[in-house]
């Protein structure tokens, strides 16, 4: 079988980890990188840490709307699938790259299998909840991470078949985590104990491109009693300085602000972080699988387990309830952890399933 899979940034190359390596075993497997993440901190260095194999087409697509890249990218990929001729294309998450991918491939007749299918915050303001809905109703494979999202497809009646598989991201977590863990030089090297900092992100639309929330989440940032750690995603960082906040966020006397970080780095910091202050997806499940406490900076999630489980709170942009967050996490330590979202083996999964279903 050939597959030709389509990613474009960063929590797809981390997802592609569990899959790529493998799928080529056994089958013959065409990698397009959209382009949309591009710069060595946001792409290449995932490529290098993870193993990923070097994307065979480069579609060299980024910036401008969702509207004007996903165009963009349907009209770079539609002859590389008539060209390569695929039996399926594998798409992953809630990108545009997801989307484009999905509407490629479908509109050329080749069944779409789409890895965390099914994930649903329902708040359709938010452009990854689009992608998610209209990729997963175009797909013939529903391949999903949780019982919650099969649930959520079969209210939705989608066509394709639907695979509980685990997450495919939970496999490399799981992998990584260990490692990461035990580096604590990498915490010294940034003046950092075990437990007693924080690690934030933030880059959703909805938090960064108006300047009043952007202005609380810098604020919340400055709020918390312990050292942030803030990587912050070049669009972040470009919002902050039309905003003229990123002095703010400087002159914050606990605040350190780094460049994106490699995955190995990054997850050393997490895991021996006091709690991660976040809005991506990709982050609330791996502090789960870490057992570090995780603050929500979005009034909704699609990893909504989490939040039942008591591991993970929703505090939007709201300062006190984030205050309050951390406070509530320190009286409770010994919270159960039950295995939400598969065993690390969903990499497997995904290729038992497409070999089944696609072949
Ligand atoms: N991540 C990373 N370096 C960083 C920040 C995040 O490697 O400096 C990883 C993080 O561990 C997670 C992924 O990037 O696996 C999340 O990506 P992002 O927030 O861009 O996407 P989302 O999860 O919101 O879709």
Redesign the pocket.
Known sequence: MRVLTVIG???QF?KAAAVSARLRRSHEEVLVHTGQHFDDELSAI?FRELGIPEPDRQLGIALGSNSSQTARMLAALEPVVVEMAPDAVLVY??TNSTLAGALAGAQSGVPVAHVEAGMRSFDRSMP?ELNRVLADHVSALLLCSSEVAVRNLRRENVAGSVELVGDV?VDVALTVQPQARSRVDLLRARGLKPGEYLVA?A??SGNVDEPARLESLVELLLAMPLPVLF?M?PRTRERLVDAGLLERLRDGERLIL?P????LE??AL?CNARAVL??????QK?AYLAGVPCITLRASTEWIETVECGWNRLVDLDRAAALDALESFAREPDLARPALYGDGHAGERVLAALTLHLQ
């Open positions: 940034n960063r929590p981390i995932f998450g809630d990854e991201m992100t880059h959703r990587s995603h780094t994106p970080l490699g995955y990054f997850t997490m976040t809005d991506s997806g990709g982050l791996e």
